[in-house]
């Protein structure tokens, strides 16, 4: 079975190289739509669902995480259509562990606000401590959830990178 750029090479009978930039534009044009497509399901279909329910939580949660579900699918785009570009080979490993890294950190960055999320709607629910609101508790609460987060996403970018860390832990 012959791949996509071999396809649009045979077809409009061009050089390898221009069959390759056309491969990768098909590739990303079809994933920015599946993209478009996944935005306009979100904004149609699953926040006039979540509206319909009781509480607000679920709205503001689909709100935060809609945009980050759409670039996460247009990274995973590019990542895949600047895959069959020849010229690119060389960097190929370099440019996985960007997108790794890309890929890692904005899924921590979408657990840190949907955690604020919550935070946010347990205080409300929980309106006083001690007679008084205790923003700066919860200011505290989420920070350090921040914290863990990405030291929990650094720490799987050691994992597959596979950093040794031993030494340091041990010393």
């Known amino acids: 079975m012959a791949t996509l750029t071999e396809t649009i ?4 009978g061009i050089n390898s190289g221009t069959a390759e930039i ?11 739509t599946v993209g478009g497509a996944a935005y306009i399901i979100f904004n149609r279909y699953i926040s006039k669902w979540a509206q319909k329910t009781e509480t607000t939580l679920d709205d ?4 935060a995480v809609k945009i980050i579900i759409v670039i996460m699918i247009v990274i ?11 010229f690119l080979q060389p960097y190929n490993a370099i440019i996985n562990a960007v997108f790794i890294i890309i ?11 949907v955690s604020n999320i919550i935070a946010d709607w347990y205080a409300s629910r929980t309106a006083l401590v001690a007679g008084k609101n205790s923003h700066h508790l919860l200011f505290i609460l989420k ?3 921040q914290i863990v987060v990405y030291i929990a996403a650094f720490l799987l970018l050691l994992y597959i990178f ?3 860390l031993t030494g340091a832990v041990v010393g």
């Open 60 to 63: 503001d949660i689909l709100a």
């Open 76 to 86: 995973f785009g590019l990542e895949y259509a600047l895959s069959p570009l020849s």
């Open 103 to 113: 890929e890692i950190f904005l899924g921590a960055f979408a657990v840190t606000r």
């Open 162 to 164: 596979k950093v040794d």
């Open 9 to 12: 090479q045979q077809i409009l």
């Open 22 to 32: 056309l491969a990768s534009i098909i590739i990303f044009m079809i994933v920015a």
């Open 143 to 145: 920070k350090v959830i």
